[in-house]
């Protein structure tokens, strides 16, 4: 008996409790957000929506997963990355043969149905934590070789190849994620200065064959509506001209939960889900708004924080890759809703409503309080990976 007391203080000594109890907070935040956000639509006699409801069961799914994934050793996640990487090609190319789109977008093919359940899975993603997995392994497999533009390239391989997938499916906004995660873990591992240089010069000179042949018309207009907001207002940019005015409204304290003009009325299109932003600052105010960005900022620091003390540089550029995707969806959507960036289908994480971002994030967290676990209590290797500031290859 005293075996089993001990092994269970043990386990709950290493356990990141602060890094859970953020995540659960901020998707309790949300899924409060969403139910406030949908009340206006709710038939009689129903209590909660269905976005909610699937929000609810994604996220105790997730905190399950996450809990469980802690309990497995890392070195075994990070030894499996070629069938990750492997099912994560396939999940993409699955989609692309049978998946279904928005109702906005048809033609796109982001999603897959789930039997005939109703219910529906967003393999990008999964496949965003399935690429912070492959690449970190792939950066430390050539760690000694990173001033060499052959394993440079290789590794702008890798990243065009999830990246080029969810294009093709119409799922622009993940593609930027993708992104945004190539570029910091590329950066946290010491690449030279003059391949970013290199590269932001081949983006700008690719810009006008980019907007003629990648964006849609409506991605275009999208684009164009922030330089002339009136020319667009009824179409385009009404969601975002509407939740703007919405956050206004709110003020320094909100209008009170439940009681948002904008968020009660279903004036702003899609609120539950990309334009949340906007009902946390209605009805919560400004004081609402840097709660929520407070968490959520909490919670990419601990993620650094776990990446700093790896002892392993794969799971240390793990965690940069996560707290990278987390902050970057974070000001890419609040960017949308203060209309300094154009809608691009990227949703707040742990607060906007959807199941398949909600269930995956938690898988990540799972990872990261893997590595904390396994690598708590003991001795930190002093690495190029342990502190990001580190320009020794420049």
Request: charged letters at 15%; glycine letters at 10%; a neutral charge.
């Amino acid at each position: 008996m005293s075996k089993i007391i001990n092994t269970i203080k043990t386990a709950l000594r290493e356990t990141d409790f602060v890094l859970f109890l953020l995540c659960t907070l901020a998707s309790a935040f949300g899924i409060t957000m969403v139910y406030s956000a949908t009340r206006w639509e709710l038939p009689e006699g129903s209590v909660i929506s269905r976005d909610t409801r699937t929000m609810i069961l994604a996220v105790v799914m997730g905190m399950i997963l996450a809990v469980v994934i802690s309990f497995i050793d890392y070195n075994f996640i990070t030894k499996m990355f070629p069938a990750i990487g492997a099912v994560c090609i396939l999940l993409m190319l699955l989609t692309l043969a049978i998946g279904v789109g928005p109702q906005e977008r048809p033609d796109a093919k982001t999603w897959l149905v789930i039997g005939n359940s109703g219910l529906y899975f967003q393999p990008s993603e999964l496949v965003k934590i399935g690429f912070i997995i492959t690449f970190g392994m792939h950066i430390e497999l050539v760690k000694d070789k990173l001033k060499e533009l052959k394993h440079i390239l290789l590794l702008g391989v890798h990243a065009m190849i999830p990246t080029g997938l969810v294009v093709i499916s119409g799922d622009l906004g993940s593609a930027l994620v993708f992104i945004i995660i190539f570029i910091v873990m590329m950066f946290c591992a010491g690449v030279q200065l003059r391949y970013f240089i290199l590269g932001f010069v081949s983006v700008i000179a690719a810009s006008p064959a980019i907007w003629y042949f990648l964006f849609s018309e409506t991605q275009k207009e999208r684009f164009l509506g922030l330089i002339y907001p009136e020319r667009y207002a009824d179409d385009v940019m009404f969601q975002q001209l509407n939740g703007l005015k919405a956050i206004g409204r709110g003020g320094f304290t909100g209008q009170g939960l439940f009681n948002g003009t904008a968020t009660q009325s279903g004036v702003i299109p899609e609120s539950e889900n990309d334009m949340i932003f906007t009902c946390v600052g209605e009805e919560l105010g400004l004081l609402g708004c840097i709660a929520a960005l407070g968490i959520l900022l909490a919670i990419v620091i601990n993620i650094m924080h776990t990446g700093q003390k790896s002892k392993f540089d794969a799971t240390a550029l793990m965690c940069y890759g996560l707290a990278a995707m987390i902050a970057g969806q974070v000001i890419i959507n609040i960017g949308m809703c203060l209309v300094i960036l154009p809608v691009i289908g990227i949703t707040l994480p742990f607060f906007s409503a959807g199941g398949s971002s909600n269930l995956c994030i938690y898988i990540g967290i799972g990872l990261i309080m893997s590595i904390y676990r396994f690598d708590k209590e003991k001795e930190v290797t002093n690495f190029r990976l342990s502190n990001i500031t580190t320009f020794s290859n420049y």
